[in-house]
């Protein structure tokens, strides 16, 4: 067996501290803390003593240690397994600790449940935390979300004096290629031709408003939810509302130029009465035609489920594009109210789960009142069935 294969059996196995090389021991010793007996030892303690003792500089070094030795999704997954085996709620209210961990969905979710008892001191560090997640999604999403949505393009026309930003590139390069000069190894263009921009007002924008839902088992839809709310707001395409809500109606359209203060102001947790979030919606829409009104709940409905079918359906006759994802995030087949789910399909509305990665596309779809089933059916995304019967995200 190599040196390399001894060391990592050594770590696997739980070998005594006096066995294993310094580094090895601090890594020993962050592992011990989440998944030694009890799940109760601190950084550099033996297996099965020692305690976290409400020291947040301890934790915050092994956490350290383990972001040192593992990728990425590895420092997630042992963060996650330390919030749930040693109750580490009260160490995200440390500024130590808070500093030390890796930013992800997770912990965003855990902070902004957290935000009502957070100290001021520590609001701070976690606005900072929330702004390391925020600036990763944003660099993952914002393009493909402006690319999929940029509506204000009409590459059906064509125009000679295109602006910069509209110019079609491989068209124009055809059009001048009797101008390349092989002596400068370069082409110059005589003509540019390029996409007409459409001058639309605003109130001929097509108008999106994101419904979500709050509660704890949504945490990640509204994360999520808030940044493509942020980037949608960002464009002069379309008008963007935001609404989230659990058993009280929280309007945050006015805060979507900063995604942190959005995520910052969510309350996650509570109960859920969607009835009431699609009346206060339903309300707000100015031109039917022109609305498409996307519903982001699992369907367990705590208010009057008979009154928001009936509000739903209403809006549907309207004309008001509605759509329901169940999720609205990176996991699997979400759990959702199946029977609930099968009564809204059979109204006209498509229900079922979404990825990040795919909304921008859906969003682009919606707007051009395509067919959300066949799109769905091209993405192998099933739809849940009128009859009531799941789908699956």
């Known amino acids: 067996m190599s ?3 001894e060391r990592r059996w ?18 020993s010793g962050a592992l011990t803390a989440v998944y030694g007996e009890g799940g109760e030892s601190g ?16 934790v915050a070094r092994w956490m350290g240690d383990i972001r040192e030795h593992f990728p990425s999704p590895v420092v997630q997954i042992v963060q996650k397994d330390a919030f749930e085996r040693l109750g580490l709620k009260q160490m995200l209210l440390e500024p130590e600790f808070l500093g030390a961990v890796e930013a992800d969905i997770d912990l965003v979710a855990s902070l902004m449940s957290l935000r009502q008892i957070m100290p001021e001191k520590i609001k701070t560090t976690a606005r900072q935390v929330i702004g390391k997640l925020v600036a990763q999604l944003m660099e993952r999403l914002e393009r493909k979300t402006a690319e999929a949505m940029r509506g204000a393009v009409d590459r059906s026309r064509r125009t000679r004096r295109p ?9 124009t390069i055809r059009a001048n290629l ?6 400068h190894r370069s082409l110059v263009p005589e003509r540019l031709i390029g996409f007409m921009r459409q001058q639309r007002r605003i109130v001929d924008l097509d108008e999106v408003i994101l419904c ?4 704890g088992s949504m945490a990640s839809s509204v994360i999520y939810a808030s940044i493509f709310a942020a980037v949608m707001a960002s464009l002069p395409v379309v008008r963007t509302k935001l609404v989230c809500f659990d058993t009280v109606v929280l309007d945050l359209t006015d805060n979507l130029a900063d995604p942190v203060d959005v995520l910052f102001g969510v309350q996650l947790g509570g109960g859920t009465d969607i009835n009431q979030a699609v009346a206060y919606c339903g309300e707000r829409i100015e031109r039917p035609a022109k609305a498409h009104f996307v519903l982001i709940t699992d369907l367990y409905e705590g208010g009057k489920a008979e009154e928001m079918l009936a509000r739903l359906g209403k809006l549907i006759a309207s004309g008001v594009n509605v759509i329901v994802l169940l999720a609205l995030s990176d996991v699997g087949r979400p759990a959702f109210n199946a029977d609930l789910a099968g009564q809204v399909a059979a109204l006209g509305a498509p229900v079922f789960a979404c990825t990040p990665d795919q909304f921008p596309d859906l969003m682009a779809a919606a707007l051009r009142r395509q067919d959300l089933a066949a799109w769905a059916a091209a993405r192998d995304i099933k739809l849940v069935r009128a009859q009531g019967s799941e789908g699956e995200g």
């Not at 696997?12 to 090895?24: H, R």
């Not at 009797?178 to 002596?183: I, K, M």
């Open 212 to 215: 979500v839902d709050q509660s």
């Open 178 to 183: 009797q101008h390349y000069q092989a002596e």
């Open 43 to 58: 950084a550099g303690a033996k297996k099965g003593r020692g305690g976290l003792g409400g020291s947040a500089p301890h």
């Open 163 to 171: 602006r910069f930003a509209d110019i079609d590139w491989p068209r």
């Open 10 to 27: 050594r770590l696997a196995l739980g070998a005594e501290d006096e066995l294993l090389a310094p580094p090895d021991q601090r890594l």
């Open 3 to 5: 040196e390399e294969g």
